[in-house]
């Protein structure tokens, strides 16, 4: 079964480093998603992005926040400077369309800022 | 306007018991409304979903019922398992929102052998 995969797994970094978290959604599916859930919390809707563009953002969302499609595969999320307050596990999803809206998440990427 | 309020936090029940999970929402534009069951160390993972235009569904052992004028909706799951111990999400979003879920705060459940 086609699932939405994500690296690293885990990542360590210092404060105020960039980091880049990387998935590839399923292959044939055309609107991708990042998540974010801090240690004991719910899930939180980060960003979507659809043909090359951000549909809509959160305000956690702010400008040391990127995504991006390099390639036909890959969907990355790129925090600029992070912050202690980063720290958390960043799920990637994707969906074939808005209609059936079924989102189908990766395994995630932990992300420790010391 | 934007939060659904999930609960209880956690439950125990025993094996063979029904568990049953809460939800409320204040957005009267949200037209979709997911479970999702989060095992440790993974994603959510998609468990049964419902649009409003119907009271309830079922899949095996899990139901969804939605009360669109009480805006709440709640998963039942009959005969439960230990290997259905897990945390649970419900989320909801609208049309207009491309995809975007909005969370509850999660429910941890055990299910005792």
């Known amino acids: 079964e086609p699932e939405v995969t994500q690296t690293p797994s885990h990542q360590v970094t210092q404060m105020g480093q960039e980091v880049i978290l990387r998935c590839v959604p399923i292959s044939n599916h055309l609107y991708f998603y990042w998540y974010r859930q801090i240690l004991g919390q719910k899930v939180e809707f980060l960003v979507s992005f659809y043909n090359n563009e951000i549909s809509e953002k959160s305000e956690i969302f702010d400008d040391q926040f990127s995504v991006e499609r390099p390639d036909g595969s890959n969907f990355t999320l790129k925090i600029r400077s992070t912050k202690l307050e980063d720290s958390a596990m960043y799920f990637c999803?994707?969906?074939?369309?808005?209609?059936?809206?079924?989102?189908?998440f990766g395994p995630g990427t932990r992300l420790t800022v010391l | 306007q934007q939060q659904v309020k999930q609960s209880p936090q956690s439950l125990i029940v025993q094996k063979g018991g029904i568990s049953i999970i809460n939800c409320a929402y204040e957005n009267t534009a949200f037209d979709y409304f997911p479970w999702y069951q989060q095992f440790p160390g993974k994603g959510p993972a998609l468990l049964i979903a419902?649009?409003?235009?119907?009271s309830e569904k079922k899949e095996g052992r899990f139901t969804i019922s939605f009360n669109k004028s009480a805006k709440q909706f709640s998963l039942h799951i009959m005969d439960s398992q230990p290997g259905d111990s897990a945390t649970y999400f419900c989320a909801a979003s609208s049309g207009t929102s491309y995809g975007k879920l909005t969370f509850g705060q999660g429910t941890i459940l055990t299910v005792h052998p």
């Open positions: 419902i649009r409003p235009d119907v």
């Open positions: 999803a994707s969906s074939e369309d808005l209609v059936t809206d079924t989102q189908y």
